[in-house]
């Protein structure tokens, strides 16, 4: 995609984005910052604007968006619940593919190393795109406009409620932290196993979203996995209240 400044960005933001969106901006400027990769504020210099601090605000309006309308839908769920279930909303995957809905991957400015490398189409890029977005439609229009584009775009993917489990392993348990603080979930590598047959142990590394990596050793990869989460869970300061067969 050709470089474009950030004047003209307004004016094709403006006119093929406001509809997809459904909000009228007062100030297109906003949109034209959100659509703005830092890759392309730093070719140009001069302290150019970009959509980082957008992308900070739209996390905590879409978490509280999002969190609001799962409180309202389903008043009977528990914390833990409503937690998995915006997880299941609000995580890198989801919010790219919102973001593609939205077309946005064709408006973003990207310079161009970031656009050789492939920045258009990366889930991560993405995902922080949309919450720009969402960042500005808030400082445009405050919280109303803000959740109304939500609910808007959320429309007809909104969960329904799952039977809550008896339990939580500590890889549920893990998972859903990572996703709450992270938005992405823990890796797991079988890194090789030891003894003989009758008596093999199985070491697995997990790499948190943070690159802190968890080693355990156990008599199946699954029960080293459980324990890995385990000490995960331990070493953030989280209770391990459950016990996994």
């Not at 470089?3 to 007062?26: E, M, N």
């Not at 009758?198 to 802190?212: I, S």
Request: glycine share 8%; charged share 25%.
């Amino acid at each position: 995609m050709p470089a474009v400044s950030p004047p003209a960005a307004q004016a094709v933001a403006g006119d093929t984005i406001a509809a997809a969106l459904g909000h009228a901006f007062a100030d297109p400027r906003l949109l034209a910052t959100a659509l703005t990769h830092s890759s392309f504020a730093n070719e140009r210099g001069e302290n150019a604007g970009h959509n980082e601090r957008l992308e900070f605000l739209g996390d905590a309006v879409l978490e509280l968006c999002v969190s609001a309308e799962l409180f309202s839908r389903f008043p009977e769920a528990p914390e833990g619940e409503l937690t998995l279930l915006r997880s299941q909303l609000v995580n890198e995957s989801s919010l790219a593919e919102m973001a593609r809905r939205l077309q946005l991957e064709s408006h973003v400015l990207l310079g161009r190393g970031e656009e050789n490398q492939g920045g258009r189409s990366r889930s991560s890029l993405l995902s922080d795109v949309f919450e720009a977005v969402v960042g500005a439609v808030f400082l445009d229009g405050g919280y109303g406009a803000a959740r109304e584009f939500v609910d808007r775009v959320f429309d007809g993917l909104w969960p329904a409620r799952p039977a809550a489990p008896k339990t939580k392993d500590f890889k549920s348990r893990l998972q859903e932290y990572t996703q709450k603080t992270h938005k992405t979930r823990p890796t797991y590598a079988l890194l090789g196993s030891a003894g003989p047959e009758h008596d093999k142990r199985f070491e697995v590394r997990l790499t948190l979203p943070c690159g802190r990596e968890v080693l355990a050793t156990e008599k199946s990869v699954k029960k080293a996995e459980q324990m890995a989460a385990r000490l995960a869970l331990q070493s953030l300061g989280q209770e391990a209240f459950t016990d996994t067969d």
